[in-house]
C-alpha cells in the first residue's frame, strides 16, 4: 500500500457525461501528479500540483480539469466525456515537486474509467 | 520535447536467462527512475539513480545510470517467472522554470518458465 487512495475504483459511464476523480495523497506529501494510462499511449503525464497549486501541465485536454485542495487532496474532473476518455487514470504524490535530491513518486492504485 | 524511450517495448525470455532493457532519454538530466507495474495493478518505485555512474541492486535487478550517453540500463540476471511485469523508466528535469516528470513507453516483460 503506497499510501496514496483513489475513489473511486471504477467507473462506467456514458458518452457525453462528467465525472470526478478524487486522490489523497500520502501523508506529508504536497505534490499530487496525475497521469492516463490507456493501452496504445502509455503513461501519459496530465498535471501536477504543489500546495495547492498548479505546477506543471502535460498533455491534458480542456475537456478536462483539476485542483488541489488545501487539504491536499485532489481531483481531476472529466467532462464531455469520449469513448477514447476510457483508460486508468493514476494520482501519484510526492513530497516535494521540483528537482532536489532524488523526487521518488507515490502512485495510487488507480481509478478505471469505461465510457460506453 | 522531451523523449523517453525505452527498448524493447516487449520482452519474452525463459527463466535463467540474462537480459537488459534501455532506457534513453532526450533530454539533460542527472536523474532517473524505474518503477514496476503488475497487471492492471499500480507503479512501484525500484530505484532511484542520481548521478551518472550510479548503480543500484536489488535481487535479480540492477540498473545504471551514464547521463553523458542519456542513458540508463536495467539488467535482469537470471530472470524468474515473478519478474514478468512492465518496467517503465522516467526523467525528472526542469525546463523554462517547469517541472516535469516524464515515464518511458515502458517495456513488458514476460518470464517463461
Known amino acids: 500500500d503506497s499510501g496514496v487512495t483513489q475513489t473511486p475504483k471504477h467507473l462506467i459511464t456514458a458518452t457525453g457525461q462528467r465525472v470526478t476523480l478524487r486522490c489523497s495523497p500520502r501523508?506529508?506529501?504536497?505534490?499530487v501528479y496525475w497521469y492516463q494510462q490507456s493501452l496504445d499511449q502509455g503513461l501519459q503525464f496530465l498535471i501536477q500540483y504543489y500546495n495547492g497549486e498548479e505546477r506543471a501541465k502535460g498533455n491534458i485536454l480542456e475537456r478536462f480539469s483539476a485542483q488541489q485542495f488545501p487539504d491536499l487532496h485532489s481531483e481531476l474532473n472529466l467532462s464531455s466525456l469520449e469513448l477514447g476518455d476510457s483508460a486508468l487514470y493514476f494520482c501519484?504524490?510526492?513530497?516535494?515537486?521540483?528537482?532536489?535530491?532524488?523526487?521518488?513518486?507515490?502512485f495510487g492504485e488507480g481509478s478505471w474509467l469505461t465510457v460506453v | 520535447e522531451l523523449k523517453v524511450e525505452q527498448n524493447p517495448l516487449f520482452l519474452s525470455m525463459q527463466e535463467g536467462k540474462n537480459y537488459t532493457i534501455y532506457c534513453n532519454y532526450s533530454?539533460?538530466?542527472?536523474?532517473l527512475y524505474w518503477y514496476r507495474q503488475d497487471p492492471g495493478k499500480s507503479l512501484e518505485s525500484l530505484f532511484v539513480l542520481l548521478s551518472n555512474g550510479a548503480v543500484k541492486q536489488e535481487g535479480r535487478l540492477m540498473a545504471s545510470l551514464d547521463t553523458k550517453a542519456r542513458l540508463s540500463t536495467l539488467h535482469i540476471t537470471a530472470a524468474v517467472h515473478d519478474l514478468s511485469a512492465t518496467y517503465f523508466c522516467?526523467?525528472?528535469?526542469?525546463?523554462?522554470?517547469?517541472?516535469?516528470?516524464?515515464f518511458g513507453t515502458g517495456t513488458r516483460l514476460k518470464v517463461l518458465a
Open positions: 501523508s506529508g506529501d504536497l505534490s
Open positions: 501519484a504524490s510526492s513530497v516535494v515537486g521540483q528537482r532536489t535530491s532524488g523526487n521518488t513518486i507515490y
Open positions: 522516467a526523467v525528472d528535469f526542469t525546463t523554462s522554470g517547469t517541472y516535469k516528470y516524464i
Open positions: 533530454t539533460t538530466s542527472d536523474r
